[in-house]
């Protein structure tokens, strides 16, 4: 997709469809390729249509982050639905995790003893409706426990009533250059340890989860039984510069257009400034990153500074500077900032403008 429709108004987010599918449809061919279920985490886009056609393409249900994610998917008719989070559950959770459970088969994190009888205190007398699956850290160093501490956890969250399925981790550390293939290594060793525990100790697992976008398509034997990618989807500039897709594979883009250029005078750099700034790209910028952003079109330029609504880019030598009024596309690090910052997205084929779609779950944080 490299035409911006004429009837965007710029800055806005943009979907190419034709990509999209084609991302839906590669990950659910590899996971059933390889034997494993896919239960894609749908907080990178937070969108009803895309999750429609990811369970149509054989998603058994999706991965949330947070209890109001999973009314709004819930209340869409999504039945299989995991919040992958350690939840520290009060009496206003525990009702919601009651409604949502009569919607629909739930499954949600826990990482301590503390949080699991908690959990199951708030619930009371509907704690068995609800599954839980223990964190493990699997080398991310975020949440979870240590592979060795799950059946502590176990113990007191199956004494608090909760009904334990298994265990899940994320294995985060992916996120950085030339750790996907190590890290995709220590998920297993962690899973396959962790579940062995649980099953020594004479839980039943019914559930390994596993998964993120950079070692989702790691071939070999895998100890979970599910994975969890969610930028897959989309994909982002964190995605192309770790070498987990390329720029074919990116659905998502920002229109943005040069409100302001500079040529190279006073010492100063060739530079533009987009009317794209973090308020719609997010500000995302690894310390291994190149810029906050990539250019699809002029892969060389380098988005060096973003303020609220601009994006300051450093032009090459090798192309001729863009005059005032150009639309460009930018791609944003971290797709899933950007899809949270938005109402609703531009959806295209074939340079045309063929839908818009709400981003539902936008700012359902808690």
Known sequence: MNVIPAEVVTPAVMIDLDVLDRNIERMAASMLGRGLKLRPHVKTHKTLEIARKQLAAGAVGITVATIGEAEVFAADGVKDIFIAYPLWVEAPHADRLRTL??????????DSAESATAMGRQLGADAGSIEVLIEVDSGHHRSGVLPDEVVDVAQAAAAAGLMVSGVFTFPGHSYKPGMPTGAASNENEALGFAAAALTSAGFEVKTISGGSTPTALISGDSAATELRPGVYVLGDAQQLELERCTWDDIALSVAATVVSRHEATGGNVRRVVVD???????????????????????????????????????????????????????????????????????????????????????????
């Open 276 to 366: 794209a700034g973090s308020k719609i790209l997010g500000s995302d910028r690894p310390d291994w990153a190149t810029g906050y952003g990539r250019l699809p079109e002029y892969p060389e330029a380098k988005v060096t500074a973003l303020s609220e609504h601009h994006a300051t880019v450093v032009w090459p030598d090798s192309s001729e500077l863009p005059p005032l009024g150009t639309r460009l596309r930018v791609i944003p690090n971290h797709v899933c900032l950007a899809m949270n910052l938005v109402d609703g997205v531009t959806v295209v084929r074939d340079g045309a403008v063929v839908e818009q779609w709400a981003v539902a779950a936008r700012g359902r944080n808690n």
């Open 101 to 110: 459970a009569a919607m629909c088969r739930l499954a949600v994190g826990v």
